[in-house]
């Protein structure tokens, strides 16, 4: 029975108000939000279309209007979404063109799209109770991780690897509903084609990368949280010859795409790849550090690890020290950084004086690899240094490359444009060559590299 004081006309009304409405008076007759998010793929179509069907019929006969002037069509729509499954966050996931979500609160939302434009949405959700509802329901669903009162932070991977992480209950103000940071992990493989396109490097950069993971050098690639790292290392990975074993350790997600196929469909390529598994019952969950410990019984010629976050530090640096080439990611805010970071981790379970860890990190990872996004949403390596000493609590480190930034430059729009160029600094040391010929490298090797260059501004 419809509530007979919402018959007749009622006017223009906002669109929480329809929403409420709706809710209070036909939740009753429909599936919950959970069960049809839950029932198959025909279960759900099949129910989907009820509700909708259900939805439409109330608002039309109520003969209810959003202020907003949204047409009956597009308020069901919205009303399901808001009732059965992620709200606004609905459609964003299913888009390949953005590369982030942030919620601050749940009237400002911004959506960071991959041609590095931002959008703000201020009526993303319809009240902050409901930002609430949709985020834990997404976790729920997808992740099965739960987010309330007891436990207010929550990080997990959604389908079609997209990483997530979210704090809602007494940790923000009421009015706020949740926050949550949803970054979007792209899978597909990176080509030097793009790379140069987007001006993230130069060639001779990446050749003497590519020759790195190549010829038995051990690389980090340090930088912030959306500096391209992990895009750079699966490029890196891709330049593999077909017949080196790669073994790679990721945090609950593929984040690299290294199977290679021929035209019948058939591996070409030795890769396997190995996938943390988390749980709040540390009996159960399988984390970086034992993935490494398993990896290296399978006699790996690479392993990636995808971030070194704790104590898989140590046990990559000491991979790298017993005949394995190691790439792996960091978060850090230089190139010296990194290796301090690399310390701060590892000390966690190694067993030796700080100053002497730290001289055996610099022999593992001889190169580290600094990216950055600037501030025009461009992503370079702006830095390529060569671990050569520890003295006195610091790193030696010697620059190869660099891209030094001359000026900042805003248009009448407000837009940041960088005006820079990459410069070739040193050459590598007779030692770091040497260290390649006797994993093989050739001479032409070395003289795609071993040229001043400077790149495009």
């Not at 891709?238 to 350790?249: A, H």
């Not at 190169?367 to 609590?393: A, H, M, P």
Request: glycine share 6%.
């Amino acid at each position: 029975m419809l509530n007979s004081k919402l018959t007749g006309s009622v006017g223009k009304l906002p669109y929480v108000a329809i929403l409420e409405k709706v809710q209070r008076d036909i939740t009753a007759d429909i599936l919950t939000a959970k069960a049809i998010i839950d029932a198959t793929t025909i279960e759900t179509r099949v129910q989907e279309g009820r509700l909708t069907e259900r939805i439409f019929k109330y608002i039309t006969e109520n003969s209810l209007r959003c202020d907003n002037g949204m047409s009956d069509n597009e308020l069901t729509r919205r009303i399901y979404n808001d009732m059965a499954r992620y709200g606004i966050l609905t459609d964003l996931i299913e888009r390949t063109d953005i590369e982030e979500i942030n919620i601050n609160a749940f009237d400002d939302v911004d959506v960071i799209y991959r041609n590095k434009t931002v959008e703000k949405i201020t009526n993303g959700f319809p009240s902050a109770k409901a930002c609430y509802d949709i985020v834990a329901r997404l976790l729920q669903t997808q992740s099965e991780k739960t987010i309330d009162e007891a436990k207010p932070i929550a990080n997990a991977h959604l389908n079609k690897n997209i990483r997530i992480c979210a704090v809602a209950g007494k940790v923000v103000d009421e009015d706020v509903g949740a926050t949550a940071s949803i970054r979007f992990i792209g899978v597909e493989q990176q080509t030097e084609a793009k790379l140069l396109d987007y001006n993230t490097a130069t060639p001779d950069m990446l050749s003497f990368l590519k020759a790195c993971i190549n010829y038995g050098v051990s690389v980090c690639i340090g930088g912030a949280t959306t500096a391209g790292k992990t895009s750079t290392a699966g490029y890196l990975l891709s330049s593999l010859p077909n017949d080196i074993r790669v073994v790679t350790c990721e945090e609950e997600s593929r984040e690299v795409n290294l199977v290679r196929r021929n035209e019948q469909g058939e591996r070409v390529n030795s890769v396997v790849q190995f996938k943390t598994v988390p749980n709040d019952d540390d009996k159960l969950k399988i984390t970086l550090a034992e993935l490494l410990r398993t990896v290296l019984r399978y006699d790996p010629a690479v392993i990636f690890i995808s971030e070194m976050r704790s104590v898989e530090a140590n046990v990559g640096q000491e991979a790298s020290r017993t005949g394995h080439t190691v790439l792996t990611t960091i978060h850090c805010d230089s190139a010296e950084d990194a290796y301090f970071r690399m310390v701060t981790l590892a000390i966690k379970e190694a067993r030796v004086p700080a100053d002497m860890l730290a001289q055996l990190i610099i022999s593992a990872y001889p190169i580290v690899v600094f990216q950055d996004k600037l501030r025009d949403g461009s992503r370079k390596i702006t830095q390529i240094v060569e671990g050569v000493g520890y003295e006195n609590g610091k790193f030696k480190c010697r620059t190869l490359w660099e891209y030094r930034i001359f000026e900042n430059v805003k248009d009448s729009d407000g837009n940041v444009s960088v005006v820079g160029e990459f410069a070739k600094v040193n050459e590598i040391s007779e030692e770091l060559k040497s260290r390649m010929l006797r994993k093989g490298a050739t001479a032409d090797v070395f003289t795609e590299f071993e040229t001043s260059a400077k790149g495009a501004r």
